[in-house]
């Protein structure tokens, strides 16, 4: 499975938007790319996932780049209750549709100032 | 919409007791199951997954075990626990297979070994 680079920390703004990066240069081409975020002492909380094109949902959007070998995570518009850690995931979309399983590395700990 | 309760948030046991933790999801039908272990300072540890009633398959050997007694229904149990047994015990749910399906968390069991 492709491993994920992330930067270890990041801060911003209020009301700015947060972009976080994720490198994922070894991804093959049936791999997803996700985004979870752990607030501390919660549970993850998905976020947002893509193949090749870009996503967006209510909480953010998802860049990832034509060859696709790195991402953006993008938070509008950031909060101070979006200080969390967040993880860029890649997880294979393996034969027969098995499950899969979730293995976080250590993530970028974003911190939203006021 | 599907939500996911697990209980107790935090739990102190003492060596060699048993353990039960539950959890159950609300809103959807035929979920597929999991159970994650997340130790601090490491990341996020798939213990046990579950696609239907009674079928149960296990990641790690341990003294862990789980069951699946009804369709939204998960339990973590053990016989005699032991000090490695600390950590953040997490239950997720996706539906569907494959990678393009989220898994979503609860909101954890804290659980200290004395």
């Known amino acids: 499975d492709a491993k994920t680079t992330q930067p270890p920390s990041m801060d911003c703004a209020e009301g700015r938007a947060a972009n976080l990066p994720c490198n994922h240069s070894?991804?093959?081409?049936?791999?997803?790319v996700y985004w979870y975020r752990q607030i501390h002492s919660q549970g993850p909380q998905y976020i947002i996932h893509?193949?090749?094109n870009n996503e967006t949902n209510e909480m953010a959007s998802l860049i990832i780049t034509e060859d696709r070998k790195s991402s953006t995570l993008i938070l509008p518009h950031a909060t101070l209750r979006d200080t969390a850690v967040y993880y860029c995931?890649?997880?294979?979309?393996?034969?027969?549709?098995?499950?899969?399983?979730?293995?976080f590395g250590k993530g970028t700990l974003l911190t939203v100032n006021p | 919409s599907q939500t996911i309760h697990q209980w107790p948030a935090t739990l102190v046991q003492p060596v060699g007791s048993p353990l039960s933790l539950e959890c159950t999801v609300e809103g959807t039908s035929n979920p597929n199951l999991y159970w994650y272990r997340q130790a601090a300072g490491r990341g996020l540890q798939l213990l046990f997954y579950?696609?239907?009633?009674?079928?149960i398959s296990s990641e790690v050997p341990q003294n862990l075990s789980a069951s699946r007694p009804q369709d939204r229904q998960f339990i973590l149990s053990s016989k005699k626990l032991l000090l490695s047994d600390s950590g953040f015990y997490l239950c997720?749910?996706?539906?569907?297979?494959?990678?393009?399906?989220?898994?979503?968390f609860g909101d954890g069991t804290r659980l200290s070994i004395l």
């Open positions: 579950s696609v239907g009633i009674g079928q």
């Open positions: 893509g193949l090749k």
């Open positions: 070894t991804i093959s081409g049936n791999e997803y």
């Open positions: 995931i890649v997880i294979p979309n393996r034969s027969g549709g098995s499950n899969y399983k979730l293995t």
């Open positions: 997720a749910w996706s539906v569907g297979r494959g990678a393009n399906q989220p898994q979503h």
